[in-house]
Nanobody, 124 residues
């Protein structure tokens, strides 16, 4: 299983970016997927996740209404659409996944597969 994140970059406050994570070696409808972010010196935090079976989702409170997680099962890609970006969204973002077992995990410790990070910088 391999995950490859892309789409990071720079944006101004109020702008948008879309992160992509290309998955190989798995079917997205058999895995739960998630996006996490980390700022230097702080713990990695869960931004959003999606279940493998029924498209259930969860969002970090501070990104609700601004970020949207989605997936394309046929093309093995999942996304994080980020709108109305704020400077506090600046972080390295990681995509991750685990074999779907019926419960949507929010903790990074429960995810077995990780992509490399992609940096998102939001300027004021």
């Amino acid at each position: 299983v391999q995950l490859q994140a892309s789409g990071g970059g720079s944006a101004q406050t109020g702008g948008s970016l879309r992160l992509s994570c290309a998955a190989s070696g798995l079917r997205l409808d058999q895995y739960s997927i998630g996006w996490f972010r980390q700022v230097s010196g702080k713990e990695r935090e869960g931004v959003s996740c999606m279940s493998g079976s029924d498209d259930g989702t969860h969002y970090l409170e501070s990104v609700k209404g601004r970020f949207t997680i989605s997936r394309d099962v046929d093309n093995s890609v999942f996304y994080l659409q980020m709108n109305s970006l704020k400077p506090e969204d600046t972080a390295v973002y990681y995509c991750a996944g685990y074999v779907w077992h019926g419960f949507l995990e929010r903790s990074a410790a429960e995810y077995d597969y990780w992509g490399q990070g992609t940096l998102v910088t939001v300027s004021s």
